[in-house]
């Protein structure tokens, strides 16, 4: 976390030439997680005029304005990227529910596995890559937004009833915006009969305990 601090603008200029890339390998999707806790942080100092803080005296005179911008850069980059290929077929997938936090080293190898099946999925059904979205929402929920913003309507049923991204819209309905919530409740509400079938996925059965009225 300090060394990303003090290197987060050469952090971010990596990662804004490899953003699919970066989440979806395991070490670098930590790195961009800590980037945008600590570009975060930048931002609430900023708002709170603490412009004597550790993290903006570590970026410098002038690069704090440009730090959030990048920030919000890549954050729409994942957006995008999060529901790219929405309209295409998805991956079958094996795994009944999402494991917790914890066990996710265990998974390390698997993971590996699936990413060489799974290149080029949108974000949100990436096996690595929909965790991390997950996190970085909660982190910042305006990302959160963006993504919901970027999905077209006509996909929305088919994200609902995927596991994986009936996951990213759980993240969206814990800690996205208000008006992020109100929309994810209202896409929801005449689909609600038919996602809550026998053949939910564990995914979609969370989100609709989490969005219930």
């Not at 080029?120 to 890559?129: D, I, K, T």
Request: a negative charge; one cysteine or more; hydrophobic letters at 35%.
């Amino acid at each position: 976390s300090e060394l990303c601090k003090m290197a987060l603008p050469t952090i971010l200029s990596y990662v804004e030439e490899n953003v699919y890339n970066t989440v979806i390998h395991k070490f670098g999707s930590r790195v961009l997680f800590e980037a945008f806790v600590v570009a975060s942080q930048v931002n609430k100092d900023k708002r709170d005029d603490q412009s004597a803080s550790f993290l903006c005296s570590a970026l410098g005179q002038g690069e704090v304005e440009k730090t959030i911008a990048r920030l919000q850069n890549i954050q729409d980059t994942l957006a995008t990227l999060a529901t790219d290929a929405a309209g295409q077929a998805m991956e079958e997938e094996e795994d009944e529910g999402e494991q917790d936090d914890d066990d996710e080293e265990e998974e390390d190898e698997q993971d590996d596995k699936d990413q060489k099946e799974a290149k080029r999925l949108p974000l949100a059904e990436h096996p690595v890559g929909h965790r991390v979205l997950k996190r970085l929402i909660k982190t910042s929920p305006q990302l959160g937004d963006k993504v919901l913003a970027n999905l077209e309507s006509n996909h929305f049923e088919r994200w609902a009833k995927t596991n994986r991204s009936a996951f990213v819209l759980t993240s969206i309905a814990e800690h996205g915006s208000e008006k992020a919530k109100a929309k994810l409740k209202a896409l929801l509400k005449p689909l609600r009969k038919s996602l809550g079938g026998d053949d939910a996925s564990a995914g979609t059965k969370v989100l609709l305990k989490i969005t219930a009225m």
